[in-house]
């Protein structure tokens, strides 16, 4: 029986634009975390999707649409469409969500639809890195 790949192993795999599979996802990562979790005041994490949330309808227009960046990942990666759905889902609730008065700021801070989006990608790269990898044990 095939040994199965360390996390290490995967992560050092080369999609085919000429980057890793670690590249991919350490700057979705850092763009992620950026939004969601950068900062914190009092024990609470907190990016600049809550930040410029606070300004009404445009800034959670604008971290809807600068969260599309996970989007654009899954898409140029050829990520499936659960993929693709799964980050619309999370974009959708959380600029609803998030445009109401008051409680949408309070939202905004523990939904973390980037963070989530980044798990998206990650757990369907690792799984086409896996799948990949078994094909190649096969055939050899």
Do not use: C
Request: overall charge positive; glycine content about 8%; hydrophobic content about 45%.
């Amino acid at each position: 029986m095939a040994r199965k790949r360390t996390d290490e192993e995967i992560r050092t795999m080369m999609l085919p634009h000429g980057r890793t599979i670690g590249q991919e996802l350490a700057a979705l990562d850092a763009f992620s975390r950026l939004l969601d979790s950068r900062f914190g005041l009092l024990g609470v994490k907190f990016g600049l999707d809550s930040v410029l949330g606070l300004v009404p309808v445009v800034g959670d227009a604008a971290t809807g649409a600068i969260g599309l960046h996970a989007l654009v990942t899954a898409w140029r990666l050829k990520l499936p469409a659960s993929a693709s759905i799964g980050i619309v889902w999370n974009l959708v609730i959380d600029t609803v969500l998030g445009s109401l008065p008051v409680a949408g700021d309070v939202f905004d801070i523990f939904y973390r639809s980037n963070r989530k989006n980044y798990r998206i990608v990650e757990k369907h790269l690792v799984r086409r890195a896996e799948a990949h990898a078994a094909s190649v044990r096969t055939q050899n």
